[in-house]
DNA sequence: TACGTGACAAGAG
DNA sequence: TCTCTTGCCACGT
């Protein structure tokens, strides 16, 4: 299968992959791919695959827990409140409970090659 | 064709 | 401990 031709292609594929009701970084999802100094190009990628309605583009945050890409969401809270719905606690645009929610595709994945 | 931009991360000072 | 700088790579103008 060539479904992860290209980088990006392999960002998506990953964020697909996301459970409901977890998170994970760009930096996570950088590093799966074997580029981890390469984590911009990971919220680019979402920049552009969040118009994709199958990439749960709101269940990738920075590594601190900040929703620092809501900005890019319709309104101001959807990403907010769609990680609410999943269960997820936020506050100040910070996911509280970020390291028990924390979804590392490293260990979760297998490796790609 | 070339340069600037971008939802980040980590190291160095 | 905090702030600044660098690295990375694809897309848009």
Redesign the pocket.
């Known amino acids: 299968m060539s479904e992860s031709d290209?980088?990006?292609e392999k960002v998506y594929v990953v964020a697909r992959k996301i459970p409901y009701g977890r998170i994970t970084?760009?930096?996570?999802i950088?590093?799966y791919l074997g580029?981890?100094?390469?984590?911009?190009?990971?919220?680019?990628a979402?920049?552009?695959?969040?118009r994709k309605e199958d990439i749960p583009?709101?269940r990738?945050?920075?590594?601190?827990g900040?929703l620092?890409?809501?900005?890019?969401?319709e309104g101001t809270n959807l990403?907010q409140q769609l990680l609410e719905n999943e269960g997820v606690q936020i506050k100040e645009n910070q996911i509280i409970n970020f390291e028990e929610l924390f979804w590392n595709p490293n260990l979760e994945l297998k490796p790609l090659y």
């Open positions: 290209s980088f990006f970084s760009y930096g996570a950088a590093e580029a981890k100094k390469s984590a911009r190009m990971v919220g680019w979402m920049n552009a695959s969040h583009a709101h990738v945050v920075n590594r601190k900040l620092t890409g809501k900005h890019h969401f990403m």
